[in-house]
Nanobody, 130 residues
Framework: QVQLVESGGGSVQAGGSLRLSCAAS????????MGWFRQAPGKEREGVAC????????YYADSVKGRFTISQDNVKNTVYLQMNSLRPEDTAMYYC???????????????????????WGQGTQVTVSS
């Protein structure tokens, strides 16, 4: 059974940094996507960044490009989201998600859609104050 556990959220001032971690247990697929999503109060959940585990290709939402970096540590079975230059609008609950086996990458537009992700963590709160 796949379990995703996020950590690293917290409260920071605008311009600060945080690193989120997602520890994946039971995830044995040779290739698929690991992604980070976020949901702010009153808003729909949106894809932030994702990574294709076979090859390491990464994709980002326009709102975080140049500020956030997704990476993976295959030894620790952990995915990270390094968030720099944080803004108040980055305040949200952040969720880690994973797909089942995907032997080939999907289109960029699909890579950040909730529909392709099967497994979800419980979320970690990020609050950015101005």
């Amino acid at each position: 059974q796949v379990q995703l556990v996020e950590s690293g959220g917290g409260s920071v001032q605008a311009g600060g940094s945080l690193r989120l971690s997602c520890a994946a247990s039971g995830y044995t697929y040779s290739s698929g996507y690991m992604g980070w999503f976020r949901q702010a109060p009153g808003k729909e959940r949106e894809g932030v960044a994702c990574l294709y585990t076979s090859g390491g290709s990464t994709y980002y939402a326009d709102s975080v490009k140049g500020r956030f970096t997704i990476s993976q540590d295959n030894v620790k079975n952990t995915v990270y989201l390094q968030m720099n230059s944080l803004r108040p609008e980055d305040t949200a609950m952040y969720y880690c998600a994973a797909t089942t086996l995907l032997r080939t990458p999907v289109s960029v537009s699909w890579s950040l859609r909730e529909a392709i992700y099967r497994y979800w963590g419980q979320g970690t709160q990020v609050t950015v104050s101005s």
